[in-house]
């Protein structure tokens, strides 16, 4: 596989070239021990551990109330492959996974040295059919082992947990965050947040946020533009974080330059 190729979670999963032969067995095992210490008494709501071997295609261990949460077997889940899993999520959410955020995901270990890569934790939203017909939203978190060669993933072990009581819309989160070097739980830094719609429509900027980034362009303050608009501080301050997700930009300036781009001002 060239380098220069954009490598999305199909094309890593069907190239021919990629099986290593390398791979260090007690990476492995140690991966499978981290999944069966993880206590289930951290996962919120309805979760589950997994294990994925992707030059195998399938996953290589599973554990928690899997049948309780999607309703399917997980010996049908092991059994069928990642195939199985590609079916149930939703279409939308998976291209967007496919073809950005998992190749975000190769673009960041390719950056850095190999041995740093165990260092960092990659989260995501998605939704999931469950065997009812139902959809659920769905919170993933995990780490990988990877190629020293090539970068790319061998190995994962992820943490999913359905979150559907709280979450209702259809927006993807996406972040990276860097493990504390105390080991602390839960304990990280995040590197990187990034969010993803997948109805177009969604990140396009109202009226009224079109209306107040021009402002903003203008040099005032959310309380100057929420007295022109005869609206309060906190609404103004409340578009202009919508506006920065929709826009994945880290700040005023950022978002400024966005909308100038596209012709928003």
Known sequence: MSVSKMITYTSLLNDPYYRSKDIDSREVLNLLRQAEAIPQKLLPFKGCIHVIDYTQRRHVGLSGPVKNMIGYDPRDVINDGLDFVIDIFQKDDFKIYNEIIFSQIVGFFKKMAHDEHAAYIFSFTYRMKKADGKWM????????????????????????????????????????????????????????????????????????????????????SSKQIAQKLFLSESTIVNHRKNMLKKANVKNVAELILYAVNRGVI
């Open 137 to 220: 939203h769905l919170y993933q978190q995990g780490s990988y082992i990877t190629d020293p060669k090539t970068s790319l993933p061998l190995f994962a072990i992820g943490m999913s947990t359905d979150i559907s009581p709280l979450k209702k819309d259809t927006c993807m989160i996406f972040s990276i965050d860097k493990k504390a070097t105390d080991e602390g739980v839960f304990n990280y830094k995040n590197i990187l947040t990034n969010y993803y719609y997948p109805d177009p429509e969604e990140s396009r900027l109202s009226r009224r946020e079109r209306e107040i980034v021009a402002w903003l362009s203008e040099g005032l």
